[in-house]
């Protein structure tokens, strides 16, 4: 056994905040309990001493590309699942355009295979809705199921079309998988390459109005009411979107949605250069703020950050989106969108809580059981009998990003040189120890 | 005072800085006007005697760089010139690739210009030389907004309290931002207008007013300056043609009425005629459509002499 001693415990999905014992045998949870390891106890098993440390579950992070299989310069599955690790993210949901697409069950059974070898985070593949996500002809959604997919998703290629999309949805509802959306309305984004605003007009940048994001969350909440199908609002980035969705759940849509840490931290002024509250200043017309949905306002930012407190964005997912220097060094309209997070997440929004922006354990539920819950995953808790995928957090260690040292092949954050707080310590996945910081 | 060593933007030099340009500008035009009329005027080849000023143009232009290559040659710098196509970088050199190229080649300033918004400071991060932005985008066209402020700086003095309309296709215009910093830094109020399809969201924040109309953009204004109508904006769908922006915004006889009668008219060309501007308004007496450009190669002298550190004898 392994004994998580007196360790600050922070397990949303049972309540939990308070100082308590974890015990982990083998593969699974077997109690969480008050009582600090007795002297037996550390005699006959492995007695971790967590005092002064937070103990929480792993996080669940809906929304990574690995872009293996294809792009293995720029990430591999294991060095994206190690990264994540790193960052106390103990399940991936590794998004399906890669090349090939994940359309079919031999992708899917080889990511998730990929995932099982390198023993680092579980890595759970998401398959595409459509025939190589060209939005057309349904992918074959029952294969993919079997296969180990998670949900469907064309993330990245909006699906124009509706009456696709309405097919989609019935189809899926059938198979009982989420249908996960980026919604963008392509011919309102129109060649945006920044959120469209007085930043945007300042650097001569085509913007892309909130309200492209906005008609397309409205069009597919409209028809997961009309199906009854499950859907999941990818990366929501506008006040407008989260007014919608605020109001699908109080007609009781089947909705769930995510945020991720660039979109609760950064506004589109982190394209300027301007430093946000929790940064330095950077270079006018950085690549690494051009990400899709674009950064927003600072109204947006808060409207995203006012949901998450109160549940109506669910989950916190990254959108790591590895991208080589290569690609990122050149003009800014034709960088390509996207930025890493696996290693920052944590840490970001720890910040939040620390601004007084969101409640700590509503923080780390948006972390844990929140996107769990999204895909009815049986992890991010740390009930009895559950998966031992646990980590061990020095919420009060500072440390400065650099992007150099992280185990993600790619180093493309927005977030280079900021001061954060919150590391992560140990990280264990079905009981096995799969990443060790050592003291600073 | 200290000028910048690259001019990416006029949004970030103060006034002292562009008033300094101006005013060695102004030196360079008048010389440069004696020596036409046949008058000994002093020879200024001697200020950048073997330096090397390369134009970069990644879109087509005729006026800006021969403008640019005047001025160079005019202060006996050595001109090297290359007009390219913009690349993305999955086709062909990255443009990191293609200016460090000729930074080793040994120039020492490069004068781009760049379809994408930004693209001149990319280049200043990765070469030696001086870079001197001649039109990035929708961002910024440094020079033309100087030079516009050259001629209307002759005729007036000063622009503090003046009122300068800029109408047209403000969202697609590097003309209309360089100009909104440059002529709001030097004291004059700048309004912007055109259908709400060619307005940039924000761009109050730029610091300048929105007139809804024509009428509104036009009373009591002290100049108005009238911007390119490109076709692609009826492609896509921003305008529905070149007769319907004519009657709404178009500068002719019928609008001039609206300006009081000294005021001055500006366009920084090519000119559509009979579109953005009519023919006899464009030729007309209030016109500055060609001091404009014999400011442009007084305008961009300086800049090279400032940037390259020329030491410039009274």
């Known amino acids: 056994m392994i004994i998580l001693d ?6 949303p999905a049972n309540r939990i905040d308070g100082t308590r014992t974890v015990l982990i045998d083998g593969e699974k949870i077997v109690a969480v ?36 299989p294809g792009e293995e310069g720029k990430e591999t599955i294991a060095s994206g699942a190690r990264a994540a690790a790193a960052g106390g993210i103990t399940t991936v949901i590794a998004m399906p355009n890669t090349r090939p697409v994940c359309d079919s069950a031999a992708v899917a059974r080889f990511v998730a295979g990929r995932g099982r070898d390198a023993g680092f985070a579980r890595v759970l593949p998401a398959g595409a809705i459509t025939r190589g ?64 605003g007085p930043v945007a007009t300042r650097l001569g940048l085509p913007g892309a109005p909130a309200a492209a994001e906005v008609a397309m969350v409205q069009r597919d909440l409209l028809l997961a009411e009309m199906t009854g199908a499950h859907l999941h609002v990818a990366h929501v980035s506008a006040a407008g979107s989260v007014r919608a969705i605020r109001e699908a759940k109080a007609r009781g849509v089947r909705v769930t949605a995510e945020a991720t840490p660039h979109h609760f931290t950064l506004t589109d002024e982190a394209v300027a250069g301007v430093p946000a509250a929790l940064g330095p200043a950077g270079e006018p017309y950085d690549t690494n703020a051009k990400m899709n949905p674009p950064l927003r306002s600072e109204s947006d930012r808060q409207a995203v950050v006012g949901a998450l407190a109160d549940g109506i964005i669910d989950a916190i997912a990254t959108d790591h989106a590895p991208h080589g220097p290569l690609d990122k060094q050149v003009e800014f309209a034709h960088a390509p969108n996207g930025v890493i997070g696996l290693e920052t997440s944590l840490s970001l929004a720890l910040a939040l809580v620390r601004a007084g922006e969101l409640p700590l354990l509503r923080a780390v539920e948006r972390l844990t059981v929140g996107p769990a819950r999204c895909f009815s995953l049986p992890y991010g808790t740390l009930a009895a009998d559950a998966p031992a995928d646990v980590i061990v957090l020095d919420a009060e260690r500072e440390w400065k990003v650099d992007p150099q040292r992280f185990h993600s092949r790619s180093r493309n954050s927005p977030f280079a040189g900021w001061t954060l707080r919150g590391k992560v310590t140990k990280t264990f996945v079905a009981g096995r120890l799969v990443h060790e910081e050592g003291p600073k | 005072m200290e000028f910048p060593r690259h001019l990416l933007e006029l949004e970030t030099l103060t006034r002292a800085q562009i008033e300094a340009l101006l005013t060695l500008a102004s030196r360079f035009k008048h010389e440069r006007a004696r020596a036409r009329g046949g008058d000994a005027a002093r020879d200024r080849r001697s200020l950048l005697p073997g330096r090397t000023v390369v134009t970069l143009f990644f879109e087509s232009s005729t006026r800006t760089r021969s403008s640019f290559e005047v001025a160079a040659r005019a202060l006996g710098a050595d001109v090297l010139s290359f007009q390219k196509e913009a690349s993305s970088v999955t086709k062909g050199e990255s443009l990191e690739d293609t200016v460090r190229n000729l930074d080793a080649i040994g120039a020492d300033a490069l004068v781009v210009r760049h379809p994408a918004a930004g693209a001149p400071r990319l280049v200043a991060r990765a070469v030696r030389a001086s870079v001197i932005n001649a039109g990035d985008g929708a961002h910024e066209h440094p020079t033309q907004g100087l030079l516009d402020a050259l001629s209307l700086r002759e005729r007036w003095g000063t622009l503090e309290g003046k009122t300068v309309a800029i109408v047209g296709d403000i969202a697609h215009s590097r003309v209309a931002r360089s100009n909104i910093h440059c ?37 009591g204004a002290d100049a108005v300056m009238a911007l390119r109508i490109q076709n692609e904006r009826i492609a896509d769908a921003r305008l529905p043609g070149a007769r319907d922006y004519a ?30 501007m009519s023919s006899d308004v464009m030729e007309g007496p209030r016109s500055l459509v060609m001091d404009q450009v014999d400011s442009g190669v007084a305008v961009r002298m300086a800049t090279l002499a400032l940037c390259l550190r020329a030491e410039v004898p009274a």
């Not at chain 1, 309990?33 to 937070?54: F, S």
């Not at chain 1, 059938?174 to 249908?179: A, K, T």
């Not at chain 2, 309004?191 to 024509?214: N, Y």
């Not at chain 2, 500068?251 to 009979?274: C, D, F, K, T």
Request: aromatic share 2%; proline share 5%.
């Open chain 1, 6 to 11: 007196s360790g600050r415990v922070i397990d």
């Open chain 2, 183 to 219: 002529l709001s830094k030097l004291g004059a109020r700048v309004r912007v207008g055109g259908p709400s399809t060619l307005i940039p969201a924000g761009v109050e924040k730029l610091g300048c007013t929105v007139a809804a109309s024509l009428a509104e953009a036009l009373t």
């Open chain 2, 247 to 276: 009657r709404t915004w178009g500068i002719n006889a019928r609008s001039l009425a609206m300006l009081p009668r000294e005021a001055l008219v500006l366009h920084p060309g090519p000119v559509n005629r009979g579109v953005e």
């Open chain 1, 33 to 68: 309990r008050e009582q600090a390891a007795t002297p037996a106890e550390k005699l006959v098993h492995t007695v971790i001493d967590c005092r002064g440390r937070w103990v929480l579950p792993g996080l669940v992070d809906l929304h990574v590309h690995l872009r293996e």
């Open chain 1, 133 to 196: 996500s060209d939005g057309e002809q349904l992918a074959d959604m029952a294969e993919l199921k079997e296969a180990g997919c998670v949900c469907v998703t064309d993330d990245g290629r909006p699906l124009m079309a509706a009456g696709v999309m309405r097919r989609a949805l019935e189809y899926a509802r059938d198979l009982m998988l989420p249908v996960m959306v980026h919604a963008e309305d392509l011919s309102l984004s129109g060649g945006g390459a920044m959120n469209e």
